[in-house]
């Protein structure tokens, strides 16, 4: 399931058994790139929620990660953070860094 953090509590939503978190702004060329992965993602792996947030409107929770450059991708499993990346990935290449 793929959506976008609006008002949700962000802490909230990382708290299920993995969610992979999109750290992107809509003026980056890269994060552009990775939006069509992200989305054929989750149809491939609709149990694994995909939150996508935009680091112009929650500067917050880019500040609390330590986002210093986009896009970001972080894998959380219960509110714990197992992986990030930082970059594109193509789809093979996210699918594998998820395994």
Known sequence: MLQYLKDEN???LIQNEKVLVDFYADW??????LSPVMEELAKKMPTLSIVK??????E????????????TIILF?????????VGFMPQEALENWLK
């Open 10 to 12: 962000f802490s909230e």
């Open 28 to 33: 980056c060329g890269p994060c552009k790139m």
């Open 53 to 58: 947030v935009n680091i112009d409107e929650h």
């Open 60 to 71: 917050d929770l880019a500040r609390t990660y330590g986002i210093m450059s986009i896009p």
């Open 77 to 85: 499993e219960k509110g714990n953070i197992i992986k990030k990346q």
